[in-house]
């Protein structure tokens, strides 16, 4: 903590760990400035070994320059500065703080600036610490030049601990400790020192010493109780400098593996001149013996320009002496005060006038036991005596990281790690008695005969008649002392005894409290009360003095459990006739509960019934009228086509007549005509009679005649009053032969209908539609009809689309594994696919059921396993056994790895088969390259007999029947394993192309190609020699000679294969297998 002030400000700064804050002088807070380190400098501050604690801000130099303030902070080890205003400390620049601000905030430094704008800093420099110097910069220009301390060089710093700095004349002075460089042929040793460097200090030239002080000097600051063999206080803690006295102030200890002892001491700046004016102490060479030596030219040293030709002797002077001979003595020759088994550190002064003596030093100094001694130095006799000792801190030994006076507010400044405080100087207040007062001999402190009182000098006027004071000694400790109480702690939950409520005091043991511990665990239950104690220490009694009058305990904030009040009077009934109550309350306020007291418990109302109360007339209630609610929804029209009519209804109940009211007018429902669109005919047509044989229908060619006859009824609408019936016959011509053809004789139409009956089209009802072509994605339906006359107008085929909505997609194959993802160990692997739409492309993964990434986990060898070995060789070449080797060494062994097993398992050597890569397509054997090519000549004399389509047609048929089940089998699954067969053998057969096309024999019944003969539109016959499908009528006896298909007559023992490439690899094959089902269907 650091902490600034200067005449005439009202205000205080101080910081605390991120944070910049301006207080009053008394301590009140007026404004805070964030200074935070950014997360990723904090990161790299973790990343660089520094605890957390250590990677932020903290502030170690803030000092005041005219109306601005350079405050340098840590910043997570990376120094940084800024330049604020001091009214609201606002930054106006930031500057870079390397060598102007240690990096850790543990180290001890210490800064000055001066009236001109420099910052001198003592302090170390680097990250390590290592590097410690004495510096100066020009705040008030950017990048200006740093001058310092040579580096590395122990003849200037040895791992010096700076404890403070002050500015006398044109010289800043530097207090610090640091190891003996003259006592190294000895053994190590601290010393304390106090260095010296011009204000106005050059530098060196770019030969010598450049960048470095010209004028440093140091010399030894002795504190030791004299004697034959003195006792010396070699480390210097604290110091502080009087500006007015000229008087350096120190507080000393033993070394930190010694018995603990401690002394102050005090040097005039004559004693420090008179050191820095004598010889220097010098070691020609390293293990020579020091020596006193006398330089004659010392302007450098006294901050005067010497002549420019004396300006290079200068420089070599300066880099060969910087330690002085005579050690600096103190004020009186021997420590003002020192103590045993105690260590001080801080050190503060202040001077005041008192009834004798015009100045007198009050010394404070803090222990390490978290204590402040107030001491006064007798002007006579310069010696010391101890007045008062301080405990800022409730608990002990706290402590104190910085202490300075203000003579402003006559108080002491503490700083902890807990807080800031100020302490005033004088406790004049606690001295009751005349006698007290004046045997505590504080300088502070007089009696106040006009105000019977123990008092500071009245208006500050120790002249003063009435105010007694006689501080000429240490203070009397025989006489008498009465006790005074300490301060109060603070409050405590404490138990609280049956009958206790509220209290604001008591005593223990008195039968109020049960207990006055802190801290103690009490149930939740239980009872209790906040207390606080106070005790006679403040000083305790002795000698005989008086103890303390008053309570030693106070008590406050009792639990209270509620209580009822009584019980009021009871309130008039609520009506006066029929059935009424009245009441009475009460309040649970007799007492409040309070401070975690139980409420009361029961009701805090109370009903009873009135009797003998009339009974009250039957009220008449008003009628009310109904009213129509809403209509509801349409219901469905009476009548699909030709005109219906529909009804949607209300109710009358908004509202419900009541009370004799009257009933809705109007109509409970309301009908609309519907369906006015004429209905079409309906058509229903008989069955055909068996053919009859005309009168006298025989022909002269030995043909004759036949007749059948059908009715067809039809009405715009299913009524059989409308009903017409429209008689129909055919008439046919049969041969001798018994073939037979159709005609129409007009004239065996009913009269009037030989044109046809209007509307009559000669068509046959349409066919139901056929099944959707696709499941997903737009497919088609159909339906058909027949031409029951010589002529039709229209088609005879119809189709619609079906199933229009999007197909969801289907996953494709499964990538190959990825590697583990480790090397050692368990880790896991990878594999992934991608959704495909029908058309093969990649579709959104959500248009896919299931997930797209699969992880599982792997294990690999053991990590103690690699553990001592080195890296493993390139494999060598195939060798003779077809096999290739590579090796790796041992770096560690015989080390134990941290489980406890020895390094470098397994083996040293790995072996295995050299592979060779294969084509990633399979070679065709050279059967299935014989049966391909007989395949090709096939297909090349199909495409040139286009008439023998039809049993082409049929082959396939058949093929894909028997293909059907092994395409079913892996719709289900496309995909194969890492390498599946590209390739399947499907059973083929050379047909002749005469047997194809031979009307002899036998067919099979269910072929794709057809025989037989029908009349086209025109009248004439097709026949089998005219190129149309010929359909065979058996499948046995044929020429093929078994019972197959022509296109696979041969059976399936002996079926010849040829091998033809599938792809797996999309949905394809899936969409081909449904086409081969749904051209399959059409046959």
């Known amino acids: 903590m650091v902490a600034i002030y200067g005449g005439g400000q009202t205000v205080r700064h101080r910081h605390r760990r991120d944070n910049l804050f301006r207080f009053s002088l008394r301590l009140e807070e007026i404004e805070r400035a964030p200074w935070e380190v950014p997360v990723s400098m904090r990161a790299l501050c973790l990343q660089k070994g520094q605890s957390d604690e250590a990677c ?35 930054v106006t620049r930031n500057d870079d703080g390397v060598a102007k601000c240690p990096f850790n905030p543990n180290a001890n430094m210490t800064a000055l600036m001066s009236e001109s704008g420099q910052l001198f800093v003592g302090s170390a420099t680097d990250f390590s610490g290592l590097d410690s110097a004495i510096m100066r910069s020009d705040i008030t220009e950017n990048n200006s030049r740093i001058l310092r301390t040579v580096q590395y060089n122990s003849l200037w710093l040895n791992e010096p601990q700076f404890a403070g700095s002050f500015e006398h004349g044109g010289f800043i002075y530097f207090v610090l400790r640091e190891a003996a460089v003259e006592y190294m042929n000895c053994g190590k040793i601290i010393y ?4 010296r460097v011009c204000k106005n200090d050059a530098g060196g030239t770019p030969g010598i010493l450049k960048d470095n002080w ?18 010396y206080y070699n480390e210097v803690q604290g110091m502080v400098y009087s500006q007015d006295e000229g008087v350096l102030y120190a507080t000393f200890t033993t070394p930190e593996n010694s018995i603990h002892g401690s002394a102050i001491c005090a040097y005039n700046m004559s004693a420090i001149q008179a050191a820095f004016d004598g010889a220097f102490k010098h070691q020609e060479s390293k293990g020579a013996a020091w020596r006193a030596q006398d330089v004659s030219n010392r302007d450098h040293y006294e ?59 009050i010394i404070y100094v803090a222990t390490d036991g978290g204590t402040i001694k107030k001491i006064s130095v007798l002007p006579r006799t310069k010696d010391t005596c101890v007045i008062e000792i301080w405990q800022p801190e409730e608990r002990p030994d706290t402590p104190i990281k910085v202490m300075q006076y203000v003579k402003d507010t006559e108080s002491l400044y503490v700083g902890t790690e807990r807080a800031l405080m100020r302490i005033p100087a004088n406790h004049c207040g606690r001295h009751l008695s005349r006698a007290s007062c004046l045997n505590s001999m504080d300088p502070y402190c007089g009696w106040n005969e006009l105000q019977e009182a123990c008092t500071i000098a009245p208006n500050g006027d120790t002249l003063a008649r009435y105010w007694v004071q006689n501080a000429t000694e240490c203070p009397v400790l025989t006489a008498p002392v009465d006790g005074g109480w300490s301060a109060w702690s603070g409050w405590f939950r404490c138990a ?70 009584e019980w009021s009077a009871w309130s008039a009934c609520s009506q006066t006739c029929g059935m009424a109550v009245k009441t009475r309350r009460r309040t649970c306020g ?38 129509w609610g809403p209509y509801g929804d349409f219901g469905e029209c009476s009548a699909v086509c030709g005109g219906g009519f529909r009804i949607r209804r209300r109710k009358c109940d908004n509202p419900v007549p009541q009370n004799g009211g009257m009933d809705c007018s109007g109509c409970h429902f309301d009908y609309e005509v519907c369906n006015t669109q004429p209905c079409p005919d309906v058509r229903k047509a008989g069955t055909w009679t068996p053919w009859l044989t005309v009168a006298n229908g025989t022909m002269a060619s030995g043909g004759y005649v036949e007749k059948r006859f059908r009715f067809t009824c039809k009405a715009p609408i299913a009524d059989s009053a409308l009903l017409k019936i429209t008689p129909k016959e055919e008439v046919r011509v049969c041969q001798p032969d018994g073939s037979c053809q159709r005609s129409v004789d007009p004239n065996a139409l009913a009269p009037g209908l030989a044109g046809g ?3 009559e089209d000669g068509w046959s009802e349409w066919s139901s539609w056929s099944p959707c072509s696709a499941s997903c994605g737009g497919g088609y339906q159909h339906r058909t009809r027949t031409c029951e006359k010589l002529e039709c107008v229209g088609f005879n085929k119809t189709r619609r689309a079906c199933n229009t909505q999007p197909c969801r997609g289907e996953w494709g194959c499964w990538t190959d594994w990825s590697p583990c993802s480790v090397s050692c160990g368990t880790g896991t692997r990878t594999r992934s696919r991608q959704c495909l739409s029908m058309s093969g492309s990649v579709t959104p993964e959500n248009d896919c059921e299931g997930k797209s990434v699969q992880y599982e986990s792997c294990d690999m060898p053991s990590c103690d396993s690699f553990l001592g070995w080195g890296e493993w060789s390139e494999w060598s070449p195939c060798n003779g056994d077809n096999e290739r080797i590579r090796t790796r060494a041992c770096l560690q062994p015989h080390a134990v790895s941290a489980t406890g097993e020895l390094t470098c398992q397994g083996s040293d050597r790995e072996l295995r088969k050299c592979n060779i890569e294969q084509a990633n397509d399979v070679p065709l054997p050279p059967a299935a390259v014989y049966v391909s090519s007989i395949s090709a000549i096939v297909i090349a004399v199909l495409v040139t007999m286009l008439v023998c389509c039809g049993v082409s047609i049929a082959g396939t048929i058949m093929f894909m029947n028997k293909k059907k089940k092994g395409l079913k089998a892996i719709q289900g699954s496309p995909c194969y394993g890492s390498y599946p067969n590209q390739y399947s053998s499907l059973p083929t057969k050379d047909v002749s192309m005469d047997l ?9 019944k269910r072929q794709s190609s057809f025989k037989g003969s029908r009349n086209d539109a025109s009248g004439s016959k097709l026949s089998n020699g005219t190129g149309t499908l010929v359909k065979s009528i058996n499948v046995n006896g044929g020429p093929l000679g078994n019972n197959t298909p022509k296109i696979l007559s041969k059976s399936f023992n002996e079926t010849d294969t040829a091998t033809i490439k599938r792809n797996s690899h999309g949905p394809n094959n899936i969409r081909h297998a449904r086409q081969l089902e749904m051209d399959e269907d059409k046959y």
């Open 996 to 1004: 194809m096309y031979t009307d002899g024999g036998h067919k099979p």
């Open 757 to 759: 009956e209007e509307g």
């Open 192 to 195: 304390s020192r106090i260095a």
């Open 214 to 231: 010209t004028s440093f000097v140091k010399a030894r600051l002795n504190c030791s109780l004299p004697g034959d063999y003195p006792f």
């Open 303 to 361: 901050c005067r320009s010497g002549s420019p030709s004396g300006r290079h002797m200068s420089l070599i002077e300066s880099s060969k002496y910087q330690l002085m001979d005579q050690a600096i003595q103190p004020i009186t020759g021997r420590p003002l005060h020192h103590t045993a088994l105690e260590r001080l550190s801080h050190i503060a002064i202040d001077i005041i006038p008192t009834k004798l003596h015009e100045r007198v030093h």
């Open 56 to 90: 932020h801000n903290y502030v170690m130099v803030l000092q005041s320059y005219g109306s601005q303030v350079y405050a340098c902070g840590t910043h997570a080890f990376n120094p940084r500065c800024t330049v604020r205003h001091m009214e609201d400390l606002s």
């Open 496 to 565: 609280q005894s049956p009958g206790q409520a509220g209290g604001i005091g008591g005593t223990i043991g008195g039968g109020s409290l049960g207990t006055s511990a802190a801290g103690e665990d009490f149930g939740p239950n239980a009872d209790t009360c906040l207390c606080r104690t106070r005790t006679c220490n403040n000083p305790p009694p002795k000698n005989g003095g008086t103890g303390c009058t008053g309570m030693h305990i106070a008590v406050t904030n009792c639990t209270v459990h509620g209580g009822w009040t």
């Open 590 to 627: 007799n007492p409040k509960p309070a401070h975690g007291g139980r409420v009361c418990v029961g009701p805090d109302r109370a009903e009873i019934y009135c009797s003998h109360l009339p009974p009250c007339p039957a009220p008449k209630q008003p009628p009310i009228d109904g009213g």
